[in-house]
């Protein structure tokens, strides 16, 4: 590894984009799925892992998502998928799941979140790095489904049910094409209406008409991928006038919605020199072969920037965090630290 790309791994980075499902090893995948007798079309899973389009890519992570059958496989999955990224430097994750199929399958809720928050304690205590967790709509379900996950959120909240307190919000992911996200307006009032921080998947594959309705009227503080949003210069000027979160996956968008034949062509850096709020983040690592390592060293050699440059994405990513002011500060205070030392010790070689 040269000494670039080893400081960018070391540099402590916060991910505000990758769901948990997407980061299940490919070893875990095979176990899980012989232990619960899911039957896989490989016995290599990673055969699998090309795509043409943001449904294709879909379809197989609704398979590896199957092989979750109890609390016990979401702890396990939670506690790998943060040591993982640890490896490569994350400190801080806002990590999305999506149990609309376990819970249709007659998994509860409870039980979910109980084991990711027993995964993610594990986690906390071997590296140090904390996961809070973001409760995502599978839009493929439908507004119905989606409107009673959230109220039976909201229920084991009040119930003070264990590992609720790590849930922060809720979000919006799956299928674009020929959804009208305003359909999952009621979810998302009862969502802000309860406490819940509201995100969501808008403008993948979409226009900027859903990125709209995004923050309009889902009421959402942020937006995950965007990357419709340059086609709509008024709201594009309104995200930079107000610092609503972009929370992007340059490489996720070549290798899943094949938005984009090379990362140069990405709109990243427009994105950033206009001003947005544009934090860099994987999506789905495992299914894409992809690091936090990597999205950042290859964005740097992409669109030219600097040491400093990727220090300045990183210390986005806190901005666009869930954070309180007082978190906030003492992370923004450790990267500063961190960065100022890994740039001497790369200038001294
Ligand atoms: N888009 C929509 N849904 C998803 C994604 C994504 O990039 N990753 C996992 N579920
Ligand atoms: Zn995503």
Redesign the pocket.
């Known amino acids: 590894m040269t000494a670039i790309t080893e400081a960018l791994r070391r540099l402590p980075k916060v991910e505000l984009h990758c769901?948990v499902?997407?980061t299940m090893r490919p070893s875990t995948v095979v176990e899980l799925a012989s232990k619960n007798e899911i039957e896989l079309p490989t016995s290599d899973p990673t055969q699998l892992y090309r795509y043409t389009s943001?449904d294709t890519?879909?379809e197989i992570?609704w398979l590896v998502q199957s092989v979750l059958g109890d609390g016990d496989d979401w702890a396990r999955l939670a506690y790998e998928s943060a040591v993982d990224g640890a490896e490569h430097g994350l400190v801080y994750r806002e990590s999305?799941f999506?149990p609309a199929r376990h819970l249709d399958a007659g998994q509860d809720l409870g039980d979910i979140v109980a084991g990711l928050a027993e995964g993610c304690v594990a986690a906390e205590e071997a590296t140090g790095v904390r996961i809070m967790l973001i409760a995502?709509i599978d839009r493929a379900y439908g507004p119905g489904p989606g409107l009673e996950m959230v109220q039976r959120l909201v229920e084991l909240r009040r119930a003070n049910a264990p590992g609720t307190d790590r849930v922060l919000g809720i979000g919006l992911?799956?299928?674009?094409l020929g959804v009208d996200p305003t359909d999952f307006a009621p979810a998302f009032e009862l969502a802000g209406r309860s406490g819940l921080r509201r995100t969501s998947?808008q403008g993948?594959v979409t226009p900027p008409t859903t990125i709209r309705a995004g923050v309009d009227v889902l009421g959402c503080e942020r937006i995950?991928?965007g990357l419709s949003l340059l086609d709509d210069p008024e709201l594009t000027q309104r995200f930079v006038d107000e610092r609503i979160p972009l929370t992007v996956?340059p490489n996720?968008n070549i290798r899943?919605?094949n938005a984009y034949p090379r990362l140069e062509l990405h709109p990243y850096a427009r994105m950033r020199e206009l001003g947005l709020l544009a934090t860099l983040n994987t999506?789905?690592p495992a299914l894409t072969d992809l690091d936090l390592t990597y999205e950042y060293r290859s964005v740097m050699d992409a669109f030219g920037y600097t040491w400093d440059d990727m220090v300045t994405i990183a210390l986005d990513g806190v901005e666009g965090s869930w954070l309180d002011p007082t978190d906030a500060g003492a992370l923004r205070a450790r990267i500063t630290a961190d960065a100022d030392q890994l740039a001497s010790s790369l200038a001294t070689g």
């Open positions: 769901h499902e997407g943001l890519f879909l992570f999305f999506t995502d992911d799956s299928t674009e998947h993948e995950d991928h996956c996720s899943i919605a999506d789905d």
